[in-house]
């Protein structure tokens, strides 16, 4: 494991810890707590950390875990709005790190396949998926820069997607299954169960399911000096818990998979495939077996479900193979590996499947423009349409659109400055993606390029407010509104966008610009006064829950 990774996984461990430690309303530590955290600290900084570490006077005594009832999701302690806040809080530290993608076409494509496979859950009457209003989960996909195969749910519906997984998956299916896995944990609300099954030990087992669900693909060790260090459960009981768990997901994940109308083999296939890199590894398993404990028993159970149904081939979309070959170059980091890559996607053109070509000729068109190779670029692009028409002719079931395609053949028409000519192949293309986000984004970098930049402003007033959470709104808003000449409300804007990062100090600052610019009209000056005082008191209360009084 490379020195960043390792840092990363501990940088997200102290998020984690953070937030499952030291919740909002707390003002200040238990005792129990406190030995927890000295004792977690100590892990962090060796993996062989012992708990003798912890001084006898302030030990706490763990209960032994009762196994392998789960019980009912719905006797979870942890409310639905609790959830959500925890999750949001740790997203907000996530959304910081330079490895979070916060690639619009990842987000397009992730999205529509989870909120695919949620509706028709839910059309279905699948447990966990039922409820509307306040019981409704509202699920968000990301992905991660990361090589290893895995994927992890956060409290409140947030599940995080590794490139690695998206390379590794054969099939659309198999990927489906493994997002359809990840519903699975956070409908049956397993972290929230933890919490009412460990009692006073609660905050232990919410950062073990943390930790297992972000940290341990990057850095196993670390994780098992957690355990150790923080008199957590012993580990085989965690991996026994966590067992019984998994399979749970697999129940409702291959629910979900087949209401989606995905090729069902495609989870035993994935876990086969996971169960056969274990075995012939010499220096370490994937991430997703370390974080998800496969076992025979799982993968049988699985293979007995599919067989008592009817199957049928079901191809993958146009978009699973672009996707892959943006996920690979995603994750090259240094382009000292481009030659290597280069190779590897030429080699998919040699290909006699159709869809591998595609895939090649897809990641040569990106890896072309990400060296400003623009008419490479193009033909390779153009090359790309021409598999796509000749995979979905004849009958087939596989589109013809391609979002991915489409956005960056609009970023290679900016790249030429043509923006009105991008401008309006958008308008287009918003009549089959009117969700979009990418489109949107481009939508918006077109407008600002034109001077279109009271459109720009409008729509985004209303995307902000929408999604406050959302700091790429807040950013472009506070470039709109730079565009127009309002620097009260563009510092006011970018303020915003340092709020949704949980970033306090520097939301402050851009408030004090805000209301020294002077460019504001009486209410708009009001409404910064008023907005400073509860970033100001947010930030009091994130303090206080660190019990850190300013």
Known sequence: MDRKNNKFSKKLMAIALAVVFQPS????????????????N????????????????????????????????????????????????????????????????????????????????????????????SFAVNFELFGVRDKSINAFALPGGFIGVHTGLIVSAETESELASVLGHEIGHVTQKHIARMYGQQGTNSMIALASIILAAVAVSRNPNAAQGLAVGGQALAIQNQLSYSRDAEREADRVGFQILQAGGFDVQGMPDFFQRMQRANSIMESGVPGYVRTHPLTTDRIADMQDRVRGLATQKVSSSIEFYLLKARARLTQTTSSSNYPELKQYYESLLRKQDLAKQLEGSYGLALLSFKQQKNIDAENYLQKSRNLIQAMSGNGSPIQRWSLSLESTAIELMYAKSQYEQGIKQIANLKAFYPQSRSLSMLLIEGQLKTGQHEQAIVWLKTQSRAHPENSVWWDLLSRAYAQSGKKSLQHAALAEKYVSQGAWVGALEQMKFAKAAGDADFYQASEIEARARQIQELYRQELRAENKRP
């Open 25 to 40: 309303y707390l003002l200040a530590q238990s005792d129990a707590n406190i030995t927890a955290q000295e004792n977690i």
């Open 42 to 133: 100590r892990a962090m900084q060796t993996p062989a950390a012992k708990s003798e570490f912890t001084p006898a006077s302030k030990r706490v005594q763990q209960p032994t875990l009762v196994l392998p009832d789960l019980g009912d999701s719905s006797s979870a302690s942890l409310a639905p709005v609790d959830e959500r806040q925890l999750g949001e809080r740790i997203m907000r530290e996530i959304r910081r790190d330079p490895d979070y993608s916060s690639d619009p076409v990842f987000y397009d494509y992730l999205n529509n396949i989870g909120q695919h496979l949620v509706s028709s859950a839910r059309k279905q009457g699948i447990a966990g998926l039922e409820g509307g209003g």
